[in-house]
């Protein structure tokens, strides 16, 4: 555990070609983000040895695992390399326990052991009381846990996480996800997480990936990328709401010449790629133009009411007649406040922001 | 696929409502079975008329069979010695052309469900060339192979001594001939929705190909490789049309039951009969003993 995983990956699929490079240090976890079709899954396979790349080089803990160059390809089996999936993939005809310790039989530890160690790890994941137990008779949750103690019970150099939670119901999800946050990060498992959920990213990863199309868009540190976006997908799994445009005086200048108003996170050329971020809750919502301070204003046609918790937010569509970067951008109101607006789709609504809101950052390419 | 014996026609229904009502008015699902409270919107009543002329098709012939047997010389019938030695050979030769397409035929299902290569694309319409194929025309294409002027009779003549047309052995090949595709195709179905989700996890778990396919592959698809083998034993079981062009019927070599209820249907219309119901109660025992088991590895 001194090296880490480098990965540089060149792979064509039917719908994109991948062509990124991550890399994460020992111990630590990285969250790779994107939408459907961008590639994340096809990166889990490729370090895993299930797919073969076409360029490219994994390299683990100092060894080299795959390098097109060299024609090296270590098998799937001897890479070391959990894995564990959305689905939990317990395999049906072993108990809960047998499952756990395939992983030490197949190291050629011997039965007894192979069982004591399986239980360890099944209580290890608080699921002790199901070791005998078949895949048949475990819910989702329970089944996932199994699952992550297979997983864990190999010892694997690097774990691979492929979205561990989306197939879990609301109840079940946020105690895996603290489980993971327990055994994984806590425990300084080097690992790789894909996930199209901010809060898995949040509370699980130490660095974050954007993939989009098969390229790396942006990465760093979880907090930045996600607290300063720079691409739409990232604002969006961050809840926030982001304008691109260039960096201009006093803000961001959009395509069709506005000046969203805001405050640069760091000094901007003029002219220069950027991005205006600020999150739906800051975002007030009036019926016709407002008067008074709010520095950015601009018509929306309202697109869709989606209820989240305690608020409503609104999405909006460009009008007509208005530029297109107000499409898609969100407002956090209360119940109440959409009462008052009577707003339904389609109402013509003003959204305002006010600048100390708005923080500007350099753009992606 | 536990269907309740037939009951007496009207009694069965509301006897079994009662019965029902005793247990007191469970809404768990029934364990096994089709879920009785399941609307079936997707069957137009007509639909049952054509099912069950399909139905009357194969079962009339059965019970005719069993109408025109005499009874009473069944016992006799079928403990002759050319009965009984048929027998024999029929459940020997197919039990050892099973076996050959276990050992031949399991191997090639798993080379067609997993294999990424492309000549493997052209390998599966030969493979199921003798599904389509008249059995006859099977045989005597292994007849003109393996036979004295086949090119593989005569290496075979040759190098080994050895003559396979009109042997024990012909009966075994061409049995496996006809039924192996039948194994191949049930167990392929069953490698291919099986899938290799499994198979991925097991090798990251350090498994190496050999320890994934005994320990997690052949477990998944098992009940498939079950219904194939029933399959193919059956079809070896019935086999007339290779086995008759490729190995002749001689009596205790050759002639198995099918070939021997043909050979006298003629001048003993009794004993072919009686043949035929033993060909009938094998069969069911088959179906029997291997359905259930059968039908959950087809689902």
Known sequence: MTAGLSASIVLRRPSFVLDAALAVEAGQV???????????STVLGVLAGLLRPERGRVELGGRVLTDTATGTEVPTHRRRVGLLAQQPLLFPHLTAAANVAFGPRCAGVDRRTADRTARRWLAEVDAGELADRRPA?????????????????????????????????????PAMR?????????????????????????????????????????????????????????????????????????????????????????????GAAAVAVFPPSAVAVFPARPGGSPRNVAEVRLAALEPRGDVVRLRAAAPSHAPGWVDGLAADVTPAAVADLGADVGARLWFAVKATEVSVHPGAR | ???????????????????????????????????????????????????????????????????????ARLPELVTSDAALAALGLSLRTAAVSTLLCLLLG?????????????????????????????PVVGGLALLYTLGRTGFGGRVLELWFGVTVPFTTAAVVLAQTFVAMPFLVVAL?????????????VAATLGASPGTVFRRVTLPLVLPGLGSGLVLAFARALGEF????????????????????VYQVREVDVDGAVALSLVLVVVAVVVIAVARPRAAEGLR
């Not at chain 1, 949750?141 to 019970?153: I, T």
């Not at chain 2, 079936?40 to 639909?47: K, S």
């Not at chain 2, 069953?190 to 991925?200: D, I, N, S, V």
């Open chain 1, 30 to 40: 990285l969250a790779i983000l994107g939408p459907n079709g961008a590639g994340k």
């Open chain 1, 137 to 173: 008779q475990l819910s989702g949750g329970q089944a996932q846990r199994v699952a992550l103690a297979r997983a864990l019970a190999g010892e694997p150099e690097l774990l691979l996480l492929d979205e561990p939670l989306a197939a879990l119901d609301v109840d079940s999800a």
């Open chain 1, 178 to 270: 603290a489980l993971l946050r327990r055994v994984v990060r806590d425990a300084g498992r080097t690992t790789v997480l894909v996930t199209h959920h901010v809060l898995d990213a949040l509370v699980l990863a130490d660095h974050v990936l954007v993939l989009t199309g098969g390229a790396a868009v942006e990465q760093g540190p979880a907090r930045d990328v996600l607290a300063r976006p720079r691409s739409g997908f990232a604002a969006r799994v961050a809840g926030l709401n982001l304008v691109r445009g260039t960096a201009a005086a006093g803000g961001l200048r959009t395509a069709d010449g506005t000046l969203v108003a805001g405050l640069c996170s760091e000094p901007l050329v003029e």
């Open chain 2, 1 to 71: 696929m536990t269907a309740p014996p037939p009951a007496p026609p009207g009694a069965g229904r509301p006897a079994r409502r009662a019965a029902a009502r005793r247990r007191g008015r469970s809404l768990a699902p029934p364990r096994r079975g089709p879920d009785r409270h399941v609307v079936a919107v997707g069957l137009p009543p007509w639909l049952w008329l054509p099912a069950g002329a399909g139905f009357a098709l194969i079962a009339l012939p059965v019970l005719g069979l069993v109408a025109r047997a005499d009874l």
């Open chain 2, 106 to 134: 399991g191997p090639l299902a798993a080379v067609l469900a997993r294999s990424t290569s492309p000549a493997v694309r052209l390998v599966r319409p030969v493979v199921l060339l003798p599904l389509v194929l008249p």
């Open chain 2, 188 to 200: 392929e179905g069953a490698l291919r929705t099986a899938g290799q989700r499994y198979e991925a």
């Open chain 2, 241 to 260: 049309g290779a086995t008759i062009a490729f190995a002749g019927s001689l009596q205790g070599t050759t002639r198995t039951l099918p070939l021997l």
